[in-house]
């Protein structure tokens, strides 16, 4: 089975050269589309190489033990894996080279396409003959007859054929063809029938279905539509790069919840000791102590939640990256404490005005409203009558018993050319066709115009959110200063004995939940910054998945 091997390997190899040559030539077209595109997955999914992780983190209490040896997970890194692993991001890989292959076969047909056949039979009858003597050569010869004995005979036959077809722009389509007989008789009279003809056909609308638009347009919309393609998946590439720098820093916010959480414990802890020390020297009452137990249960509790959300968020993100769920990783730290704000300066009119000028969905709506213009001449061309020139010419061979192969004798030729008319007395479905194209094209108009009001809401929108998320961050880092400045007035008032219980949960957990807030806050404005560019349509993406900062409306 080697040859086998060696023969679907060949294919392989070929279709994926062909694809090469269109990804070569389409590419440089279209934005983050540079360098060649590989659908193979590459390389094995390895961790090694990558930091691990040597001392545990009390906050995550009893799950700590389990990340023992885990390998640390940059965010550079994270694109990477998802780039190269990651299935979704796999499975649009693979979308756009069939979407490829099918351009080539679009491009094929306009190749000459050969074909061969062949056929061989071996025939065995039997008939009812009567042996005679021929009178001329007094030989004996059987000859059919009713009531005579059965004779069996046997022959081989075959027959084989060599064609080229090839349709040209004009639309007109040859056809050439060599075909050999070949008749053996076994039995009886031992002879070899031997015949051969070469052919070749015309055809050229000369009207209807005329022409190089006509003809070309299913190779047309195939290389836009491969075009299309392209654009979408440079679209995906950066939505893919916005959705893992998202889904890592929600990890690292959860895990950041699990620290103030933490936190929050072991100062409800301390107080609780402290409470019950004044208690026993009956300088506290019973119900402030309770009340101080009350809320350590309840920040226990929200600690032990914050856990779960904190690995199953981190599991999530695994599947996300194409690792197992088994994998043993953490993030990097070091990604959440480098953020910082990076807010553009930008109006939400300039935003909007680039992005009409960039986004490359809008170019596909824009291209696609073109081609609903296009068949609009396309079915008009369908309601004429169909006249197509037809001409045929061939040469064959003599018949008769040869002891081989006869080649066609020029001398034994034919030819013939005429007109093929179809008159346009039932146009009912051409005349829909034409009706729905004028139908079409008016509706690409106003998608065209939807999709416009659409990325400007859009750009609108992720302006207000990262407008917002600044804001948010700026009022969260004010909120935390305070609650750290209200708790330690309350630890201090608690340690004379002035504090009350409920003051010092209250500012405790406004604490947990100021802190929460700010990382938050942070990380919904590198998003929403993120996003930004990437609904402008000028977010560059690298191979590796690695995003290029903005600055001023340009890659820095």
Not at 58 to 82: F, N
Not at 222 to 250: C, H, M, N, P, W
């Amino acid at each position: 089975m080697s040859w086998l091997a060696c023969s679907t390997a060949h294919y392989k190899q070929s279709a994926d050269t062909e694809a090469a040559a269109v990804f070569a030539q389409k590419s440089p077209k279209v934005p983050n589309m540079s360098g060649p595109f590989n659908v193979e997955q590459t390389n094995q999914l390895s961790l090694d190489g990558l930091p691990v992780l040597e001392k545990l983190e009390e906050t995550l209490g009893p799950d700590a033990a389990a990340e023992q040896g885990a390998h640390i997970i940059s965010l550079e890194v994270a694109l990477d894996l998802a780039v190269k692993h990651g299935r979704t991001y796999q499975t649009a890989k693979e979308q756009l080279y069939l979407q490829a292959l099918a351009l080539t076969l679009s491009r094929h047909r306009f190749e000459p396409i050969f074909s061969g056949r062949t056929r061989t039979d071996y025939q065995v009858t039997t008939e009812a003959v009567a042996v005679t003597v021929d009178a001329l050569t007094g030989l004996p010869r059987a000859t059919p007859t009713g009531g005579a004995a059965l004779i069996e005979e046997q022959r081989v036959s075959s027959q084989g054929t060599l064609g080229a077809d090839m349709l040209l722009r004009s639309g007109a389509r040859i056809s050439t063809a060599f075909t050999t007989d070949f008749l053996r008789y076994l039995t009886g009279d031992p002879r070899t029938l031997t015949s051969s003809q070469l052919g070749a056909t015309l055809v050229q609308p000369l009207w209807r279905g005329a022409g190089a638009k006509a003809t070309m347009e299913n190779l047309t919309q195939a290389e836009r539509s491969f075009l299309y393609q392209l654009r979408d998946f440079s679209r995906f590439k950066r939505d893919f790069t916005v959705q893992i720098a998202t889904a890592y820093y929600g990890v690292l916010q959860n895990r950041d919840a699990v620290r103030n959480s933490w936190r929050g414990l072991e100062n409800f802890r301390r107080n609780v000791e402290r409470e019950r020390a004044l208690a026993d020297e009956g300088r506290k009452t019973q119900e402030s102590l309770s009340l101080l137990r009350q809320s350590l249960l309840n920040t226990e509790t929200t600690w032990i939640n914050a856990v779960r959300t904190y690995k199953q968020s981190l599991d999530q993100f695994k599947l996300l990256l194409g690792l197992s769920t088994d994998a043993t990783v953490v993030l990097s730290d070091a990604e959440l404490v480098q953020l910082r704000i990076l807010h553009p300066d930008l109006s939400a009119e300039d935003a909007q005005k680039v992005a009409l000028a960039t986004r490359l969905d809008l170019d596909n709506f824009r291209d696609q409203r073109e081609d609903a213009q296009r068949r609009i001449g396309l079915a008009s061309n369908g309601l004429k009558p169909q006249v197509d020139l037809v001409a045929s010419a061939g040469i064959t061979s003599g018949s008769g018993t040869s002891t081989g192969f006869q080649p066609p004798d020029p001398n034994r030729y034919r030819w013939s050319a005429g007109l093929n008319v179809d008159l346009p007395f039932d146009r009912k479905e051409q005349r829909n066709i034409y009706r729905g194209a004028l139908i079409a094209n008016e509706a690409a108009i106003r998608q065209l115009s939807q999709k416009e009001d659409e990325v400007k809401l859009q750009v609108r929108n992720t302006w207000r959110n990262l407008d917002q998320a600044r804001r948010n961050y700026e009022s969260a880092k004010l909120g935390v200063a305070l609650s750290e400045r209200r708790v330690e007035e309350q630890e201090l008032r608690a340690q004379v004995g002035r504090g009350t219980a409920r003051d010092q949960v209250d500012a405790q957990n406004d604490l947990i939940t100021q802190r929460n807030l700010l990382t938050q806050a942070l990380v919904a404005h590198t998003i929403a910054r993120l996003q930004f560019w990437n609904d402008m349509g000028i977010l560059s993406i690298k191979d590796n998945g690695q995003w290029e900062e903005i600055k001023d409306g340009k890659p820095k």
